[in-house]
């Protein structure tokens, strides 16, 4: 045994995983949830406090930077403690990092390298929809991040709430293209990952299961729900659902941030630049 695996082997505190709408669950959701909001609202409240929107954005994109280091550190002690410790070393290609809750692992840091203002928002605008519906709807069902080691579903849980975390940067930050029109601008960039996934599914399916967005069309759904569309229904159509649900869900995110900018543009004190 390696000396490195022999590290991670030390972290590897076996544990029951928790009971849906247990404490554990409850507490995750509702109090990290909380938390996360918190933090992304002291967190922007940093940023909106440059009068320059140039410093404004760079103390944004900065945030983000930082939000995708982190999730980059988190993915590779997940995906060492599964090579090493859970599979006995086999790559579960199950767990291969392209699912709909890893993009911001990419997106984040991805942004400060964006220039055109206009591409940037959309960016922006589909981390807040998509990427925090998928951490919603994950603590709906997190019976995926529920694991018999305390450090992988500890980072599952908090995997989830840092996308909570960057969707209200995103809000308080006003970065996001908050219209319909706004909205469908980020159905293309959501295609392309699709299609991506479904791509790397043909290639992986072969190797080893893989269910990359859950879209797989060799593999059938294990998601609350669409299990049961699949078995009912057939593979095509649950994809099909699926992916309209997934559709319907970041709408639902977009309305609902669009509420909550408004409430709070309205009850937030004017700032005036210092003379």
């Not at 993009?103 to 591409?119: A, Q």
């Amino acid at each position: 045994m390696s000396f490195f695996e022999y590290l991670l082997r030390l972290t590897s505190w076996p544990m029951t995983p928790p009971v849906l709408y247990g404490p554990f669950h409850l507490i995750a959701a509702f109090g990290g949830s909380a938390i996360a909001i918190l933090a992304a609202w002291r967190f922007s409240s940093i940023n909106n406090c440059n009068t320059n929107n140039r410093d404004n954005r760079r103390s944004f994109d900065q945030i983000m930077l930082v939000s995708g280091v982190i999730l980059l550190i988190g993915e590779l002690y997940k995906q060492l403690m599964n090579f090493y410790i859970v599979n006995n070393h086999a790559y579960d290609w199950w767990i291969f990092p392209f699912q709909l809750c890893s993009l911001p692992l990419y997106l984040c840091p991805l942004l400060i390298l964006i220039h055109n203002e206009k591409r940037h928002r959309i960016l922006c605008t589909f981390l807040l929809d998509f990427n925090m519906m998928g951490a919603v709807a994950t603590f709906i069902d997190p019976s995926g991040i529920f694991h018999p080691y305390w450090t992988l579903t500890l980072h599952g849980v908090l995997w989830h709430l840092m996308l909570i975390f960057v969707g209200f940067v995103i809000i308080f930050s006003r970065k996001a293209d908050l219209t319909t029109k706004g909205f469908l601008r980020t159905l293309p960039l959501f295609a392309f990952f699709c299609l991506a996934a479904e791509v790397l599914n043909s290639i992986l399916h072969r190797f080893s299961a893989a269910n990359l967005f859950y879209i797989s069309p060799w593999e059938m759904s294990t998601q609350l729900l669409f299990g049961d569309i699949d078995r009912t229904l057939g593979r095509p159509v649950g994809i099909l659902l699926y992916i309209l649900a997934m559709i319907a869900g970041a709408w639902l995110i977009h309305n609902t941030a669009r509420k909550i900018t408004a409430v709070v543009s309205t009850s937030a004190p004017h700032q005036h630049a210092p003379h």
